[in-house]
């Protein structure tokens, strides 16, 4: 199989494959490049493309139906989220996560995830009425991840999951802790994809959410807290066979 190849990319600023650039093109580009990116992290995290499996640009664009320089950008960005490394030469493939990387993972999301979930109940109870529309799609991830557990669809129930820890961040509303979990969000998405989800995780998601909805900061960090260590435990017992 062939390496993914970088040539011609970032040259003097020209364009990889020899057009000229202008107009609306940039940002055209960058929407193919963020549609790329999302669609390959699904496959990294539904395991379409497993751990370990090299990707190749040219086959990658062509199963996306689109040109290599979207593809590419994507690829690189995925390298900066962790779900991809480098090869020594050329091309990337999809990382393998050791036991160290999901200790090392938790170690940083546990504090995050904890302040997360204060910032969202404390801006809960100064919210002004009617301002609800966030606590609203917090509880849809909660309902989504219900009915997905209870169709067995795997895929939707760690999409919902993801999306609950996300909102959580945006209802905070700190731009800099929204930037931060950015990093680590397709590195937890592909974790929670992984694992098992024991029920008692997701009725410990319903207890974070009742906390934020009530705006007690106290109870929602130590409901946070508690759910990410059983997480921790959880993802080393499913992938290190843990006692």
Do not use: K
Not at 17 to 43: F, K
Not at 80 to 90: F, K, V, W
Not at 126 to 151: I, K, N
């Amino acid at each position: 199989m062939a390496y993914v190849t970088g040539s011609g990319a970032g040259q003097g600023g020209a364009r990889a494959d020899g057009a000229p650039g202008g107009g609306a093109e940039p940002a055209e580009r960058t929407s193919l490049s963020v549609r790329a990116r999302d669609e390959v992290r699904q496959r990294i995290v539904d395991r379409r493309y497993p751990q370990g499996a090299r990707l190749v640009e040219r086959e990658v664009a062509q199963e996306l139906r689109m040109s290599r320089v979207p593809v590419r950008e994507a690829l690189r960005a995925l390298v900066a989220e962790g779900l991809l490394e480098l090869l020594p030469h050329s091309g990337v493939r999809v990382r393998r996560l050791e036991r160290t990387d999901v200790e090392h993972l938790y170690e940083v999301w546990e504090p995050l995830a904890v302040q997360a979930s204060r910032l969202a109940a404390r801006r809960v109870a100064r919210a002004a009425p009617g301002e609800e529309s966030r606590l609203a799609a917090l509880r849809a991830c909660l309902d989504r991840a219900e009915q997905a557990a209870s169709d067995s669809e795997g895929s939707r129930e760690v999409a919902a999951h993801t999306a609950f820890h996300a909102e959580i961040v945006a209802l905070g509303g700190n731009p800099m802790l929204h930037r931060t979990m950015e990093q680590l969000g397709g590195q937890l998405q592909l974790l929670f994809g992984m694992r098992e989800e024991p029920a008692h995780m997701r009725a410990q998601h319903a207890v974070m959410y009742r906390c934020i909805a009530a705006g007690d900061e106290d109870s929602a960090a130590a409901s946070t807290l508690l759910h990410v260590r059983d997480s921790r435990a959880v993802a080393l017992r499913s992938l290190f066979d843990d006692a």
